[in-house]
């Protein structure tokens, strides 16, 4: 009776309204205290929430996110080395104080003996908008140094750089979730929310009922394919020569909205020469997309309007990505998309705070605001909210994997502190990038469990999670959303903001800290007010009362902006720019040697590197590993059958996976997710010399039957 009269208690305390901790979505959800039913339960119930983007829908990862509150894997105190300096001898228990003095004795010294950019940070895109502007301010205020990137880098960063460059404003979607629903052709360009996001399905979903078609573009025939009007299924690395593929047949078929683009654009002229050597025959030899579809895609978005153009990773992550997401760009301009009522173009952004962790100063050329680094009004501003002189500030560094790529080398970064990224696993070129993590002088990780990083580290830092928190994210719409603590975190687990704070103040430099997310967030909004992204006008209480409010918010009468561009475009002449871009081969081709082309992307049961849900049980139940998908032709010729280990090898790695025999993929085309260790081996480093993004989309590799499959019998 005592028990039940406890838990009955526990049921009885104040509901939590908070978000999921995974993708861009942030999906609203209530978080409710209770007894755990049993050992190893969660000691909170979690049911979805009415909120505008999810409206009550959670998906399978989203439903499991409080197994990982009390995981018998977390991390519950910092590790440190037992012999200090061998990564080779296991980790130990550790206390605060002791992994604090090995991680300032590591900075003091290599910024000692090799310089302030000796140190550096690589933090992530799950960080909350509070924390990813602290991080940026610690290692230009406390380090001096400019040594800092993110795994956005790997996600966004050239389809930000294409929407800047032409709309002078990068908001993944500038327009609300809900307005895809209204849209009457709606074209996803490597995009596959059915499994990456599946609650934003229910605005695909609800357009289709009314009439919708759709048109998918991917070469996989993926779930979200599966519902659409229409699947094109290109060679890996052509959507470019699609783009303008398409571009020459709406200005030859006289689609073009002439009115839209004489009133509103600049750079045509330039483009539409471009276009004229993209006619569909050429065209249909780059990409193995026939004239038809080419024709019916265009028609469908000229003709059966409103109209969306929607592009993803599947887009984006190339060598020449940036250019890429131009070329789709410049369609919806063409057809007078962008700034229309339920039009537009868009891209979907992917992590949970992708969008917020790339505007306040992460990346390496970014200050707060989306103000760049080397803009001396930009350095005048944001150092006058800082309190230190402009000249103090470091210029721009490095790009993420150009950073990794020379850790531990005369002149690389020797000390290197990550948060809230797992690069041993989802990194470009891993094995490369696994032997850098090890030529450090020294490692920190922050996360909450063991991750693959972590497990190469010197010093391993217990965080808190998302529940046990409070902070803001940004999400895939522009809505700033607030993140709100549930229950407070294991007694000996800080977080990253109190690590951040306690860190700057042990080098001197803590006047300049809060640990307090509120007092940091009012701040930011110091720090960005007058930027691109301009959180100035945006406040907690506003949060709380809006269910979210949209950048950008310059002062707190102004309403916030669900959709951008209705009336102009925030570039110098008020334009929309069109640029001409060309197709290119990808960086690698296959060959003899490596015949075929492998793509990456995700499974519907996990999210990321994996490092969190690879651990609930549910999840690796119904996806227990990787799975190689192979067409059953390919499969024929090296003598595979559904459920084989496979080799895969490229010029830089090998991944065994099992093969999943699907006729829903290319020939030419091998699939693998990226949630486990193995697949990111293979792709290629090869940057966009715009945004620095690598080739995660592409490579040339060769397929054996694994020497360890059991033979089958005949």
């Not at 015949?595 to 690879?614: A, D, E, F, H, K």
């Not at 989309?697 to 005949?714: F, G, L, N």
Request: charged share 25%; glycine share 10%.
């Amino acid at each position: 009776m005592q028990q039940r009269a406890i838990q009955q208690k526990a049921t009885q305390q104040a509901a939590t309204q908070t978000h999921c901790p995974y993708c861009a979505l942030q999906c609203g959800m209530t978080l409710t205290p209770q007894i755990p039913l049993r050992p190893g339960m969660p000691g909170v119930r979690l049911e979805p929430a009415e909120f505008p983007v999810n409206r009550g829908g959670l998906c399978a990862k989203g439903f499991t996110a409080a197994d990982l509150l009390d995981h018998p894997d977390r991390l519950l105190t910092p590790l440190v080395r037992k012999e200090p300096g061998n990564r080779e001898s296991p980790l130990r228990e550790a206390s605060w104080e002791e992994a604090y003095e090995q991680i300032v004795t590591a900075i003091t010294r290599s910024q000692r003996e090799s310089g302030r950019d000796s140190v550096g940070a690589f933090g992530g895109g799950g960080l909350t908008n509070e924390k990813a502007y602290a991080l940026g301010k610690f290692v230009r205020v406390a380090l001096r140094s400019s040594s800092i990137d993110y795994n956005g880098r790997f996600c966004m960063s050239s389809a930000a750089t294409a929407a800047n460059r032409s709309l002078g404003i990068d908001r993944g979607l500038p327009f609300p979730l809900a307005d895809v629903a209204q849209a009457r052709t709606v074209l996803l360009v490597g995009a596959n929310p059915a499994d990456a996001m599946p609650p934003s399905m229910q605005y695909l979903d609800a357009g289709r009922a009314e009439g919708a078609k759709h048109i998918v573009i991917d070469p996989r025939r993926t779930t979200t394919a599966n519902g659409a009007h229409l699947h094109l299924a290109p060679m890996p690395g052509t959507d470019l020569a699609l783009a303008n593929g398409m571009l020459h047949i709406a200005i030859r078929a006289g689609w073009v909205d002439a009115a839209y683009v004489e009133e509103r654009t600049e750079g045509f002229e330039a483009v539409k020469r471009a276009t004229n050597s993209y006619w569909p025959e050429r065209v249909e030899r780059i990409t193995g997309v026939p004239e038809a579809q080419l024709h019916e895609t265009v028609r469908l978005l000229a003709t059966e309007g409103p109209s969306m153009i929607l592009t993803a990773r599947g887009a984006e992550q190339h060598s020449n990505g940036t250019d890429t997401a131009q070329a789709w760009l410049n369609l919806a301009l063409a057809l007078g998309l962008v700034g229309k009522p339920y039009s537009g173009y868009g891209t979907i952004t992917g992590q949970g705070n992708g969008q917020g962790g790339r505007e306040h100063g992460q990346k390496a050329d970014q200050l707060p605001g989306y103000r760049k680094l080397d803009d001396p009004a930009a350095r005048a501003h944001v150092a006058g909210v800082w309190g230190i002189d402009p000249d103090e500030l470091p210029q721009p560094g490095q790009s993420a994997y150009e950073m990794l790529d020379r850790l531990g080398t005369d002149g690389g970064v020797r000390v290197l502190m990550v948060l809230a990224s797992n690069i041993a696993v989802s990194a470009p070129h891993s094995n490369r990038v696994i032997d850098r993590l090890r030529a450090l002088d020294f490692l920190v990780v922050s996360d909450i469990f063991r991750s693959e990083t972590a497990e190469l580290a010197d010093v391993v830092l217990p965080t808190a999670q998302w529940a046990e928190e409070e902070g803001t994210m940004t999400n895939l719409e522009g809505r700033v959303i607030r993140r709100k603590m549930a229950l407070p975190p294991p007694p000996l687990v800080k977080s990253d903001l109190q690590v951040i704070t306690e860190l700057a103040g042990l080098l001197g430099r803590g006047q300049f800290f809060s640990d307090d997310p509120r007092t940091v967030f009012e701040e930011l909004r110091r720090a960005s007010a007058g930027g691109i992204a301009d959180y100035a006008g945006i406040t907690y209480e506003r949060i709380e009362a809006e269910e979210g409010v949209f950048w950008p918010c310059p002062s707190e009468d102004h309403p916030g902006t669900p959709r951008l561009f209705a009336t102009g475009f925030p570039t110098a002449s008020g334009r929309a720019r069109f640029v001409r871009v060309e197709h290119r081969d990808a960086a690698e081709l296959p060959d003899r040697s490596f015949p075929y082309v492998l793509t990456t992307g995700r499974n519907m049961q996990q999210y990321q590197s994996g490092n969190q849900t690879r651990r609930v049980k549910a999840l690796t139940v119904a996806l227990p590993e990787a799975r190689a998908e192979i067409h059953p032709d390919l499969a024929r010729r090296h003598g595979i059958a559904d459920g084989d280990m496979v080799e895969l090898r490229s010029r830089r790695g090998t991944a065994t996976l099992r093969a999943r025999l699907t006729d829903g993929i290319r020939p030419d085309t091998v699939f693998a997710p990226f949630h486990w260790p193995g697949a990111n081996a293979l792709t290629n480093p090869a940057l966009d010399p715009h945004s620095k993004m690598p080739a995660f989309k592409v490579c040339a590799i060769a397929i054996t039957r694994a020497a360890d499959t059991p033979e089958r019998s005949s």
